[in-house]
């Protein structure tokens, strides 16, 4: 309209005004960016790109999604849950009187090998509604004192288990002091033993890193209550993998800790005798353990979730893509046509 | 009119003493109202045809005296005694500032509490701070100390840095000001002194285009009349110059030469007024007074003058200059009281999930109650020490409040404070391209845009109605005599002169030629008739001309050109109208050389002739008239008066000469009609009795110390009658450029129109017509009446004939415009007839108000805003659209001829008129797209990121374990996320200048609030809710029963969150700049470093997990699974709506791209049949 006129003084009186030298022009200066005119890219969601996007999700999601429902499928998992079988009958009415005894809590299992497994066959232990992420439980840890011996002192977010006496624990912290201590041997059916490999189950940042090199445990498992296991204390911190695997708290209340690796393979049909010691308590709050052997794909574990979602999603677009290629075929509507805008529109029929 | 700095009052006004209007004394003016709207307090109706200002010399002050000083003479205790030249006896009883002034607010020793103070003034900051202290409770103690501290000090460190940045300037700019040197009278002689030591009582001399140090009154001057012509321009804007006197009795003495001076000066207490002053000064025992053309004020400069001594009476922050130094208003914007609004359900949300949260805790460990003490996880007993204690549990209810109140603090954000930093940042960035529009640059003004207030930018999309004042406004103020009626005859055929003609009336002195500066129209008979000056109707033409060039406040200046032999005269003056008629006069032969306060000296037809000026009857808006009495060369005194035809034609004695007075009214009817601006001219002889009895009652009217404005007003009122008719003149006020184009743009839009004048009815009505506010095809309603019933009995019938319009016509309902006068609007606004009005008005399309006063503009606006949701935008540029201009939702000042009142009291000010246009349409479109868009997606991003937090938690037994570490949910908002909105708010434009412009209609989206509504609210907040469960549960359920630890999850789940929010914001940019790209993907980027960098932190728990679980297949699958799952319902719903539900924008924007609309709608740019049926 009016405005891109450049504004002048008006003539008649008054313009005599504008003949004066003007001294200093305040006009803006001129740049794309002040009057906001910078070239821009202004794309708009034709009938073209939609139907493309929804065509090119659908073509990247339905492979992945097999992709990944075969890796899934081609994992093989044996998942035994022992914890009320590991219990001898006649004291399954006091699991917990049995799991604070002094007793012996070795029990023996049987496994079947449903498929073949070839190695590196991964031992993992579940524990179910352990809720390693519980605010006063992740909090119960020193990663200072796990670093240094200079600093074995800094027990203050530990407590309870901070000291005993006026001695600090090594590792302090709740999470140290629970540490699972539940041991598994395997025997195959013709009684060779299959040997776990516990060397490497840690993360490498954090024997290198976070794990002192010349921190020994000192003074744990030495209170009223035991947690768990014991830790030799001849050993430095960041050998101690069992330990360091366990400090990295699990995200969700059911978790698996790996607890070593078959370098075997297994044969379907295999039997695998476990001997184990059902030490540790979760008879205390019902927790369910399991013990987990696995193969592993490019994608992890056993889990069908991801692949079902992509295939979903990806059906879904490609549904979609079809039916926005139907309503632009029975429903056209030219772009940018103005006969849709409000005040041409009829008023009436809206 | 729209002149009048004052706001005129009845008798009970003087309850509240130094009431003026003026910067900031907005906040009064509202109270004041109230206080008297019960009764007529508006006394003053019509402002004042004389369209003069002078209101803004003498008179002001002396108006203002009426309540603030007449009945409460200056006594002891409020007066300020100044001894002359004695600054020691002068400061030794009072409280005197000195003269160094101090405009910034903080020294560096009470910067720290005193910013701190300010800044928690806000309650946003309030909130931050109760969380942060919250979270210091060892109990509650969610985050580290340092990552909770974090946000709140960035926000005080950045906000005290940008304070402090500003003080700094200040404080420099004080440094300047107070070091700046003046000259001063000690011992005798005049000694250099810096400003900020000059103390009240001392005598400061000034010279010529030297700024004033401080506030005085003016003793003697270089011009032996003792006149000083000062420069307001930085006081108040104007311009042109105007006259100070010094007293005689002052002017008189040398006071270099005096031992020892020992004059009083009694004045009123600092005060705001800047055309008021009022005091008197005792020399040697005798008493005279002083009122506000006796003083000089600070700020402004001396000019035409080589010096002016004065005394200084009030100094530093106590001057004038310094009182009126006030804030831009605040205002908060309709937008962000629905966002309050939104955010309190925000606050409500929040509430349910902490309940929820710490409600299912309790469940959870009432269910586990005998499990506790032993639970690994847990473990409610403390074994270590001997006794067995519980272990940081404070029993069940306890509990229960902890996690009640940790949950508030792990989710904080659910409020999003980071909203009002993002949105003041994007009012700044706004605010920088509003004023740096080359399209809203005035040229001839040299100004720009300005934006006063920052807190409603986006207002400006969402105007219904704008109330517009009119001269100076819709009209440029710059008077053009057009035609004179004299002696009842018409002569209205004037024509341009050419050069050569122009010789005529040009005036040879002294070897010079003397010329006007401007050029007038002249009518050649006429200009015949004021030649012969021997027959009748030459001396009436002649005592007319006279008339106009003398009855007026005018101050002749030469100039020089370029040509020594030429000069120009130009004629400086307050008031326009006086102006345009010396110029006319000057122009037919009668040219103004020379005014001092005694005499001033007129060249009629060659012929230098003196006239004494015996004394001078302002102008003021009661009387709407002066008049000046003349002592004439021939001896005789006259006095000669003009005034607004209502007021004058009372005062004038029809019987003798009936015809005259009849056929005069006549063409001022006419002369109105064609939308001119009238006055009517008389004069009348004195005989030397009247003289007697005046010259006596007006000296000691003039010299009293009680209520002299009355008594003059009295006297002035007791000379002003009998008057003999010389005539009637007409003055054009242009309209301004492109003033029909923008009405009808603004109308277009949908946006009504109503003009506020103070013009009359004629005058406004034509006006009306020539802006295209008024067509043929409307009906016109017209009120005017004087009293209440009448005004009654007109609004029913206006209503009845409303409503058979509307039943009557079908389809093309036929358009009504509403006018209504002042007089009216005393006994509608404020009564229960106001809601008739108001019923009446909605229904027509246009509303003229004439003759109202600055109140009632006020009450017009206010009587749309109490009873609608419509924003109002006033816009005005002279003192009496302050009112107005503060009331409304969006007030707009002009920065034209008329001061800087209106400017001053404003949120926004330009230049001209239709600058309106590219404003609303252009700015406040887009202001409030980007804003109403920004709002929203900022409730989306927090909302999303707590949601995801609160749906761990469920996981968690209810314990606010977050598994995104601190650092991340507090850089959440300050750094991943906060970039891209902001530049978004600042940068992105739906559509394209051109395009708003063409379409008006476009601008009906804000007015609907097509952009921020509680709908859209909704759909945002459930878009959230799916967005938060796809972004959580696609980890949770690939992971579960895995080994994966919580840091690695929680990184994922923070880039999760990211990346989908920023691609949610992509999806809904319309334009992509670099910038844009930068941002947005920058970010992204940004957040993967910052990720990375915390864990490489050795002594987080997280240490290395990031490098862990992004070495894993698995998490990236998860990453494009949760953006593209999270998206899609958003990108099917948007492309649907898009598709067959297009709004306006959408379907100009497509039109935009593919260029339709140009080519197939070049007819009447598809403008509403409705709104404009075809004239033809």
């Given amino acids: 309209m009016n405005s891109n006129t450049p504004s002048s003084s008006a003539g008649g009186p008054g313009s005599a005004d504008a003949t004066a030298p003007r001294r200093n022009s305040k006009r803006p200066k001129y740049s794309r960016f002040t009057q906001q005119e910078l070239p821009a890219c202004k794309p708009i969601l034709t009938p073209k790109w939609v139907i493309s996007t929804f065509l090119l999700v659908s073509f990247i999601f339905i492979p992945i999604g097999i992709v990944s429902l075969f890796a899934s499928r081609d994992v093989v998992e044996i998942v035994h849950g022992y914890e009320t079988e590991c219990i001898p009958s006649g004291s399954r009415n006091d699991k917990v009187g049995f799991i604070q005894s002094d ?31 519980h605010r006063r439980y992740v909090r119960s840890r020193s990663d200072q004192q796990l670093r240094s011996p200079e600093n074995a002192r800094e027990t203050g977010s530990c407590s309870p288990e901070d000291t005993v006496g006026d001695t600090a624990i090594v590792p302090c912290g709740l999470i140290a002091w629970s540490l699972f201590n539940d041991t598994y041997h395997f025997t ?7 040997p776990i490999n516990k060397r490497g189950i840690s993360w490498q940042s954090d024997r290198e890193r976070k794990f002192g090199r010349n921190v020994y445990p000192s003074n744990f498992q030495n209170g009223t209550l035991i947690g768990g296991a014991r830790l030799n204390e001849s050993i430095p911190l960041s050998e101690q993998e069992d330990l360091i695997v366990w400090m990295r708290t699990a995200a969700l209340p059911t978790f698996r800790k790996l607890y070593g690796k078959i370098e075997v393979n297994l044969r379907q049909g295999d039997v695998i005798n476990v001997t184990l010691q059902n030490n540790y308590n979760t008879y205390s709050f019902n927790g369910r353990k399991k013990l987990v052997l696995s193969t592993t794909s490019w994608l992890g574990g056993k889990n069908d979730f991801v692949g079902i979602a992509y295939l979903t999603v990806g059906g879904l677009c490609f549904f979609l893509a079809i039916v926005f290629v139907l309503i632009y075929l029975i429903k056209p509507r030219q772009l940018g046509d103005p006969s849709y805008l409000s005040w041409n529109r009829n008023p009436g029929g809206h | 009119m729209d002149s009048n700095s004052q706001i005129e009052m009845n008798e009970n006004s003087c309850k509240v003493p130094d009431f003026t209007l003026n910067t900031s004394s907005g906040r009064s003016i509202s109270s004041f109202q109230s206080k008297t709207s019960g009764g007529h307090s508006i006394k003053e109706v019509g402002f004042t045809e004389l369209g003069s200002k002078p209101v803004r010399h003498g008179s002001t002050g002396a108006d203002s005296e009426v309540f603030s000083s007449s009945y409460r003479e200056i006594n002891e205790d409020d007066a300020r005694l100044v001894y002359v030249n004695d600054p020691e006896k002068t400061n030794e009883k009072f409280e005197i500032a000195g003269n160094s002034i101090r405009t910034g607010k903080y020294s560096i020793l009470t910067f720290l509490p005193r910013n701190l103070f300010e800044q928690f003034h806000r309650l946003a900051y309030i909130y931050f701070l109760v969380i942060a202290i919250l979270n210091q409770l060892p109990q509650l103690a969610v985050f580290g100390r340092g990552a909770s501290l974090l946000p709140l000090s960035f926000v005080l460190v950045v906000t005290a840095i940008k304070d402090a940045y500003e003080d700094y300037r200040r404080h420099r700019s004080d440094k300047i000001e107070n070091n700046r040197s003046a000259w001063v009278l000690v011992n005798q002689q005049f000694q250099q002194k810096k400003w900020k030591d000059i103390s009240v009582g001392e005598i400061v001399k000034v010279s010529g285009n030297e700024s004033l140090p401080c506030d005085m009154v003016l003793l003697s001057t270089s011009e032996t009349t003792g006149v000083a012509y000062i420069q307001t321009t930085n006081l108040d804007g104007e311009s042109n110059l105007k006259t100070r006197y ?23 207490k600092p005060n705001r007024n800047i055309y008021g002053f009022q005091a008197n000064i005792n020399i040697d025992g005798k008493q005279i007074s002083l009122g506000p053309s006796n003083i000089i004020l600070r700020g402004c400069e001396l000019k035409n003058t080589d010096w002016a001594l004065g005394v200084a009476v009030y100094a530093g922050r106590e001057t004038k200059a310094m009182l009126n130094n006030s804030g831009a208003p605040s205002k908060r914007s309709r937008l962000e009281t629905r966002m309050n609004r939104e955010i309190f359900f925000l606050s409500i949300f929040l509430v349910t999930l902490c309940a929820v949260v710490s409600f299912c805790h309790g469940v959870w460990l009432r269910k586990h109650e005998d499990e506790l003490d032993m639970m690994q996880f847990y473990r409610r007993k403390d074994y270590s020490e001997g006794e067995v204690e519980n272990y940081e549990y404070y029993g069940w209810g306890m509990e229960i409040l902890f996690v009640f109140l940790m949950s508030i603090i792990v989710f904080q954000i659910m409020i999003p404070i980071s909203l009002y930093i993002s949105m003041e940042l994007v009012r700044v960035g706004q605010a920088y391209f509003m004023i740096r529009d080359n399209q809203m640059f005035d040229e001839s003004s040299n100004s720009r845009f300005q934006c006063r207030s920052l807190n409603i930018n986006e207002d400006l999309g969402q105007i219904k109605y704008v109330f517009s004042d009119k001269t100076g406004t819709l009209t440029e103020n710059k008077m053009e005599f057009q035609c004179a009626s004299i002696g009842g005859l018409d002569y209205s055929n004037g024509k341009a002169i050419t050069d050569n003609e122009q010789a005529e009336y040009s005036v040879q002195a002294k070897e010079m030629v003397l010329r006007p500066k401007m050029k007038v129209k002249v009518d050649q008979e006429l200009l015949t008739l004021s030649k012969s000056k021997n027959s009748d109707k030459g001396r009436q033409v002649h005592d007319f001309f006279v008339a106009l060039a003398a009855c007026n406040t005018i101050v002749p200046l030469t100039v020089e050109t370029s040509d020594p032999a030429i000069k120009l005269i130009e004629y400086q003056g307050e008031s326009p109208d006086e102006q345009a008629l010396v110029y006319a006069a000057a122009a037919y032969g009668f040219m103004l050389i020379e005014r001092t306060s005694g005499h001033i000296v007129v060249e009629i037809q060659g012929e230098r002739q003196r006239f004494n000026v015996l004394g001078l009857h302002e102008f003021d808006s009661d009387r709407k008239r002066m008049s000046v009495i003349l002592g004439c060369p021939d001896k005789t005194v006259k006095v000669f008066v003009k005034g607004a035809d209502t007021s004058m034609l009372s005062v004038i004695n029809k019987s003798l000469n009936l015809n005259m007075v009849k056929s005069t009214e006549a063409h001022l009817h006419s002369y109105s009609s064609k939308g001119l601006r009238t006055l009517l001219i008389g004069n009348r002889e004195l005989n030397t009795s009247e003289f007697g009895q005046w010259q006596s009652s007006y000296e000691l009217a003039s010299t009293a110390l009680m209520g002299r404005v009355a008594l003059l007003r009295k006297v002035a009122n007791n000379i002003e009658k009998n008057i003999n008719l010389l005539g009637a003149s007409g003055i054009e006020d242009k309209l301004q450029q492109g003033v029909p ?15 506020l004048t103070g013009d009359k009815q004629e005058t406004a009505i034509s006006i009306g017509y020539s802006s295209k ?66 019923v009446l008005s909605s229904k027509c399309s246009v509303v003229l108000c004439c003759r109202v006063a600055p109140l009632q503009k006020a009450g017009i606006v206010a009587l749309i805003k109490n009873r609608t949701d419509d924003m ?7 003192a009496n659209d302050v009112s107005m201009i503060q009331r409304a939702d969006v007030g707009i000042g002009i ?63 209810f314990t606010l374990t977050t598994a995104i570490t601190d650092w991340s949910s507090v850089l959440y908002s300050v750094i991943y996320t906060a970039i891209p909105t902001v530049i978004v708010g600042v940068l992105d434009k739906d559509l394209s200048r051109t395009t708003l412009l063409k379409y008006p209609q476009l601008y009906g989206a804000g007015q609907r609030q097509e952009s921020y509504n509680g709908k859209l609210f909704c759909v945002t907040i459930m878009d959230t809710l799916w967005q938060s469960i796809a972004a959580f549960t696609v980890p949770l359920l690939a992971y579960w029963g895995s080994n994966v630890d919580t840091s690695s999850l929680g990184d994922l789940w923070t880039l999760a969150v990211v990346i989908m929010v920023n691609i949610h914001l992509a999806m809904d940019v319309t334009r992509w700049y670099w910038i844009t790209h930068a941002a947005i993907w920058g970010s992204t980027i940004a957040t993967f470093l910052c990720v990375m960098v915390i864990d490489t932190l050795p002594t987080l728990p997280g240490h290395w997990a990031f490098f862990h679980i992004a070495s894993t297949k698995l998490f990236w699958v998860c990453l494009l699974g949760i953006t593209v799952g999270a998206l899609v319902p958003r990108f099917v719903v948007k492309c649907f709506v898009q598709y067959y539900r297009p709004n306006d924008i959408q379907v100009a924007r497509e039109a935009e791209k593919f260029g339709n609309l140009r080519d197939s709608q070049d007819e009447p740019q598809g403008m509403n049949p409705i709104f404009y049926p075809p004239r033809r």
């Fill in chain 1, 103 to 133: 007793q012996d809590k070795t029990c023996i299992r049987t496994l079947t090998v449903p498929k073949d497994m070839s190695q590196p066959i991964y031992v993992y232990y579940q524990l179910d509604n352990f809720y390693q992420n």
């Fill in chain 1, 188 to 194: 195959s059916n013709n009684g060779g033993q299959i």
């Fill in chain 2, 246 to 268: 010094a007293k005689q009795e002052t002017q008189m003495r040398n006071l270099e030469d005096e031992e020892k001076i020992s004059w009083l000066i009694k004045c009123e």
């Fill in chain 2, 741 to 755: 184009e923008a009405i009808f743009s603004l109308r277009t839009a949908g946006i009504k129109v109503w003009i």
């Fill in chain 2, 773 to 838: 506010l008024l067509t043929n095809t409307m009906s016109q309603i017209v009120i005017n009446n004087n009293s209440k019933d009448s005004c009654r009995k007109s609004l029913e019938d206006a209503l009845v004939l409303c409503k058979k319009l509307s039943t009557d016509s079908d389809g093309e309902a036929s358009q009504l415009a509403l006018i209504i006068d002042g007089a009216s609007l005393v006994y509608i606004l404020d009564t229960e007839l106001e809601e008739q009005l108001f």
């Fill in chain 2, 872 to 878: 109002t935008l006033a816009i005005g540029d002279g």
């Fill in chain 2, 895 to 957: 920065s034209g001829q008329e001061g800087r009142q209106a400017v001053m009291a404003s949120d926004f000010a330009m230049g001209q008129f239709r600058f309106l246009v590219p404003l609303l349409f252009v700015h406040g479109h887009w202001n409030y797209q980007r804003m109403s868009y920004m709002i929203l997606y900022n409730f989306y991003r927090n909302a999303v990121f707590v949601l995801i937090l609160f749906w761990y938690v469920l996981f968690t037994s």
